[in-house]
């Protein structure tokens, strides 16, 4: 169902969702990906180059946070744009929990064209790690 630019307003909530990430979800999207960067999957490597464990793909961290809009609107291709800046690594422990990646989005402004502004907001452990979240995305 898709949502109608005349349904919302500025400051209408999407549903927020939270996305655990294992070691596992980080060795199949390298795989998909292409990106098998030890420190993605490597806790030795990771600990030498000064992180504090494996650290979650930042690309992988952008989309499970757009989720929210592509779910929300129920199109994908309604996504126009989207930025983002990495704040601070999704780090992933090596047990069956992992971590866990919390997004809440809002309606920040409404744009020509039935298009509207949503910014997100992406957490884990309770910190930021993206800033300045913000997708353009077109309604009916």
Same mark, same amino acid.
């Given at each position: 169902?898709a949502v109608s630019f005349d349904e919302v307003e500025v400051g209408t909530?999407? +549903? =927020? @969702? *939270?996305?655990?990430?294992?070691? =596992?979800? $980080?060795?199949?999207?390298?795989? =998909?990906?292409?990106?098998?960067?030890?420190?993605?999957?490597?806790?030795?490597?990771? $600990?030498?180059?000064?992180?504090?464990?494996?650290? &979650?793909?930042?690309?992988? %961290?952008?989309a499970e946070a757009i989720r929210v809009v592509t779910d929300w609107t129920g199109d994908p291709g309604?996504?126009? /744009?989207?930025?983002?800046?990495? %704040?601070? +690594?999704?780090?992933?422990?090596?047990? /069956? &929990?992992?971590?866990?990646? /919390?997004?809440?989005?809002?309606?920040?402004? $409404?744009?020509?064209?039935?298009?509207? @502004?949503?910014?997100?907001? &992406? %957490? *884990? /452990?309770? @910190?930021?790690?993206?800033?300045?979240?913000? &997708?353009?995305? @077109? $309604? =009916?």
């Amino acid at each position: 169902m898709a949502v109608s630019f005349d349904e919302v307003e500025v400051g209408t909530a999407l +549903p =927020a @969702q *939270s996305f655990p990430v294992t070691r =596992a979800t $980080l060795v199949r999207y390298a795989g =998909a990906s292409g990106d098998f960067n030890p420190i993605h999957w490597n806790e030795k490597f990771a $600990l030498e180059v000064g992180l504090p464990d494996v650290i &979650a793909h930042g690309m992988f %961290t952008m989309a499970e946070a757009i989720r929210v809009v592509t779910d929300w609107t129920g199109d994908p291709g309604a996504v126009v /744009e989207y930025g983002v800046r990495f %704040t601070r +690594p999704v780090v992933v422990p090596n047990d /069956e &929990a992992g971590a866990v990646v /919390e997004v809440s989005g809002k309606v920040a402004k $409404l744009l020509d064209g039935r298009r509207v @502004q949503v910014d997100l907001l &992406a %957490t *884990s /452990e309770g @910190q930021k790690v993206l800033g300045m979240s913000r &997708a353009v995305v @077109q $309604l =009916a």
